[in-house]
């Protein structure tokens, strides 16, 4: 088995399998409106819900992009749902655009209005989190050096849900076909859905 300390990082291969190993990932497809009226949407693959009560979810921004400028200036962002019908839109969403030029325009993408938050959804995203920034900072690391890494932590105030992917009351997966960050330059489609039920006897024998 392949071993090496990430102090070093010497694993001898072609590309750092850090990514890879930690997947799939949900992508946070986030947009956001700048104080100044400037929209921005990009795909964040270090992205996740990290609490239900309050609902809040998490994205991480290398560096401080126009996502997390916009989010934490306006204090509000959008976490559209990605899926593999909308994953051209996507990539392309993830273009270097300089700030003031929304990747809305050349994704070919259509904005629509929230209800609570100012930064627009995208309308053809089955479902949508307008969120309201509750903190932002840098993490660090063991030795307390400061991450590039900004992360933004938003309580989710809204929801939408288009219809077309619910089945008998509950979001059907198959039909929303979400769209999750693998490594390298690699994605997966959650389209292939089973269920198990958690245990309840500590020796998890009702399983």
């Not at 993408?109 to 053809?124: D, G, N």
């Not at 999750?180 to 997966?188: E, F, I, P, S």
């Amino acid at each position: 088995m392949l071993f090496y300390t990430t102090d070093s990082n010497d694993h001898g291969l072609p590309h750092d399998p850090f990514k890879a190993i930690v997947s799939p990932r949900p992508i946070g497809w986030i947009s956001t409106r700048s104080k100044d009226g400037a929209v921005n949407l990009a795909p964040y693959s270090f992205f996740n819900a990290i609490s239900d009560r309050p609902k809040l979810v998490m994205f991480s921004s290398a560096g401080m992009k126009d996502s997390a400028a916009f989010a934490i200036e306006s204090g509000e962002f959008v976490a559209n749902l990605a899926t593999r019908e909308l994953a051209e839109q996507l990539n392309k969403s993830s273009a270097p655009a300089p700030r003031g030029v929304s990747e809305f325009g050349f994704s070919g993408l259509t904005e629509a209005p929230c209800r609570i938050v100012s930064a627009p959804r995208v309308a053809e995203s089955p479902a949508a989190l307008e969120c309201k920034v509750t903190q932002s900072f840098s993490p660090k690391g063991l030795d307390g050096t400061i991450s590039e890494n900004t992360v933004v932590i938003g309580e989710v105030v809204a929801i939408h849900i288009d219809e077309k992917i619910l089945k008998d009351g509950m979001i059907d997966m198959a039909l929303a076909a979400p769209l999750a960050r693998l490594g390298y330059l690699d994605y997966a489609v959650a389209d292939q859905v089973f269920q198990m039920r958690r245990p309840r006897m500590p020796d998890a024998s009702d399983v």
